[in-house]
């Protein structure tokens, strides 16, 4: 099967999105199908390269609000031979241009949406709704299918909850074979790692609060990540006087962000809202056996509890992530035991292998 697959960015751009492209780009290839990227670039100016056995072809675009825009991946798409696109979202208008292309085309074309619909706030409020309302809604209709990666996605979208019949949930994957438990001893004070871009909706207040009602505890936290709020959270750590309690460090080369998920002992998603679409690094410090705690509001919580994995907290709570912390303070045995379980059953049922023939399956049954 030929396959286009098509995010608004890529690697070496960091994000969920790209990575989650990348990795099944290399399942799919391994399963033998002909896999490209066709993306912007926005993190590259290389035209074309061939990455890790994944041809690239990137679209000259500008970048408008951080979101990319091109007509060129309009033509690009006129032109594939490929048997289905995949179009991920969010990030309009580049991704709509592309879904127009398909259409007219006659190419058939799935949507995989990486949490709900656009939502902005203050002056972009009104466009976004508008949006909403009719490109997204029009995009939807005319997809021979959809994805997403939780039901959760499903129940808190008033558009996609209208498109039940074509879509499909297929939870996110972990490379099982890069991301490994390793035995080892645990820290005293314990040690609480926070990987992700540092947004808004990533919900670091509550790590920060967490970390205050910890403070003469033996616990300390590290943030690893970049983002808009940054000055914000470094300017908090050093109001409440937890510089040495809160460490913070740059994204990090895989190598050495590895290392830091082999270190932790206990690793925290604080996201409280579905904005936080799944949580890949979740199931990524699952998998090499750390204990894992999530909000009910993350997408990831979803798999969480059907499979009675981890520990799932009440969402937008300093206290109540603080209280999860404890307990793991005051028995250490729950660390192995809760760390054991999830890198057990994501081996078992969250590798990529599993996303690739699930995905592939899709693909199958949508061209019959």
Request: net charge positive; hydrophobic share 40%; with cysteine.
């Amino acid at each position: 099967m030929k396959i286009l697959q098509v995010p608004s960015t890529f690697l070496p751009r960091k994000g969920g999105v790209p990575y989650y492209v990348y990795y099944l780009s290399k399942e799919m290839m391994k399963q033998g199908h002909d896999v490209s990227v066709l993306t912007s670039t926005l993190g590259s100016k290389k035209s074309f390269e061939v990455m890790d056995g994944i041809p690239i072809k990137r679209v000259k675009s500008l970048s408008i609000l951080g979101m990319p825009f091109s007509l060129g991946i309009f033509f690009e798409i006129l032109k594939s031979d490929a048997d289905i696109v995949q179009l991920h979202y969010p990030h309009p208008i580049f991704l709509d241009i592309g879904a127009l292309a398909c259409i007219i085309a006659r190419k058939t074309y799935v949507v995989y949406s990486h949490g709900k619909e656009i939502r902005m706030n203050w002056f972009f409020g009104l466009p976004s709704s508008l949006y909403n309302k009719f490109c997204y809604t029009f995009i939807l209709k005319h997809a021979a299918g959809i994805i997403v990666n939780s039901r959760k996605a499903i129940k808190s979208s008033k558009f996609l909850s209208r498109y039940k019949k074509k879509i499909n949930v297929i939870y996110h994957g972990v490379d099982t074979k890069k991301f490994v438990a390793k035995k080892r001893n645990l820290h005293s004070p314990l040690q609480v790692l926070f990987v992700g871009a540092l947004r808004r909706y990533k919900g670091l207040d509550y790590l920060v609060d967490a970390a205050k009602l910890l403070e003469n505890e033996k616990v300390s936290f590290t943030i690893v990540g970049n983002g808009p709020q940054e000055a914000m959270i470094k300017k908090k750590v050093l109001e409440l006087g937890l510089e040495r309690k809160i460490i913070f460090r740059n994204f990090l080369p895989e190598k050495e962000l590895l290392k830091m998920y082999e270190e932790c002992d206990v690793f925290v998603l604080p996201s409280p809202s579905i904005e936080e679409s799944f949580g890949m690094v979740a199931l990524e410090a699952g998998a090499m056996g750390k204990p894992v705690i999530v909000t009910y509001g993350a997408g990831v919580s979803e798999l969480f509890l059907k499979e009675k994995l981890g520990v799932v907290i009440e969402p937008y709570s300093g206290k109540a992530l603080g209280r999860a912390i404890m307990k793991f303070i005051n028995n250490k045995r729950d660390i192995t035991q809760v760390g054991y379980k999830l890198k057990g059953v994501i081996a078992l049922k969250y590798s990529w292998k599993h996303v690739g023939l699930a995905t592939i399956n899709f693909y199958k049954g949508i061209l019959k």
